[in-house]
């Protein structure tokens, strides 16, 4: 059997596999962040089609934090009971269910919340009237949001949680060079920056105990000038590895145009997966943590090689996932065709129009014949 195959822990979560669905905003919540049936349906797929590891969409745990309409939250303790029901559903079909917790800071959807929103520092996307710096009593009230979020968790039953660092997201705005222009103790280096990540997972840590599973997922490159390099990234990663994180999932790229920048579309051949493998190689050199790598993988061959190989510990994919959702399924049962998943992003735009993200492009290709 391939290690890919393999039974594997993250602390003390067992998984029946090596695969992991990444956390993949789909558009199906309602407006206040509740969860619906059409996105346990989502979920319930997943779990069917033998994924090892669902880490939900990004749930934001601050209402001036939310990013995406119709995105998850998980601000509030009436959003326990519909979060209770997700993970049930996953379980009663045998899978395992994180979910992820954020805060887009700078990049909150006003037009949403009515309230201005967070900026690290006055750069980047800073909006004098649409923006305020965050001050020393929101620190603390960011902290205690992420973790009364993760105790929701706890209570909703899910296995554990993911912190959300990547992709320019508030706690990534505070590692990163590029929007931390701090001069007090959460800016400057490598420690400063990434003091606000480190005291929320203590915090969490000593709320929900010492075994309950803390993930994270952070950006080995910000991809942008003035940006976190791979390593800075290694730099920050190891302060957090410190807190106890039980795994870091390592991706890469900020917003930009309603999207990540940059985008990678056309990955039609072997050579163009996996494109965080160099960093991926650095964080492994460094770091005495399990990895998860996320980003272009769409073949089986690749797929059990970089675990095979040592480069990471799990593989996580996002939008093969969304075009097939019993992908690792088919894999196991010896299909091993690449993924169907023609990185399009034309999944995106039904989940902008506000009927939920979905591939149309294998569908179409399924009901025409072609």
């Known amino acids: 059997m391939a290690k890919l195959f393999e039974r594997t822990r993250l602390g003390k979560l067992e998984l029946a596999n090596r695969l992991v669905r990444s956390a993949t905003w789909m558009g199906l919540a309602t407006g206040d962040g509740q969860v619906t049936a059409d996105l346990i349906e989502v979920m319930e797929m997943l779990a069917r089609g033998g994924a090892g590891l669902i880490v939900t969409g990004h749930a934001y745990v601050s209402p001036e934090g939310q990013a995406s309409p119709r995105q998850l939250g998980a601000y509030a303790d009436h959003l326990v009971e519909g979060l209770a029901r997700m993970a049930g559903a996953v379980h009663g079909r045998g899978g395992k269910i994180v979910l992820q917790l954020a805060h887009a800071g700078v990049f909150a959807r006003t037009n949403l919340t009515g309230m201005p929103a967070l900026a690290v520092s006055r750069t980047g996307k800073f909006e004098p009237g649409k923006c305020r710096v965050i ?3 929101d620190i603390e009230r960011l902290v205690s949001d992420f973790v009364a979020a993760a105790k929701r968790a706890v209570e909703a039953g899910f ?35 990434t003091l606000l990540c480190r005291r929320i997972l203590a915090a969490v840590r000593a709320t929900v105990g010492p075994a309950f599973p803390v993930l994270i997922k952070m950006n080995s490159s910000d991809l942008s000038p003035g940006g976190l390099s791979p390593d800075q990234a290694v730099e920050a990663a190891a302060y957090l590895a410190k807190e106890g994180v039980c795994a870091i999932e390592i991706s890469g790229g900020l917003p930009r145009g309603g999207g990540l920048s940059p985008t990678w579309t056309g990955i039609d051949s072997p050579d163009k997966e996996a494109y965080f493998s160099s960093e991926a190689s650095l964080f492994r050199k460094n770091l005495d943590v399990p990895l998860i790598l996320v980003g272009g993988i769409r073949s089986f061959e690749v797929a059990a090689n970089i675990v095979e190989q040592g480069l990471t510990d799990l593989v996580a994919m996002s939008r093969p996932f969304i075009c097939e959702p019993d992908l690792a399924a088919r894999w196991q049962a010896g299909d091993r065709r690449p993924a169907r998943c023609r990185s399009d992003n034309l999944c995106f735009r039904p989940g902008l129009a506000g009927k939920g993200v979905r591939c149309v492009t294998f569908r179409k290709a399924v009901r025409t014949g072609s």
């Open 135 to 137: 001050e020393a009593e």
């Open 159 to 193: 296995d554990g949680i993911q912190l959300h660092a990547a992709h320019g997201y508030l706690l990534g705005q505070f590692i990163s060079p590029l929007f931390n222009r701090r001069t007090d103790r959460y800016g400057g280096s490598a420690a400063g920056r």
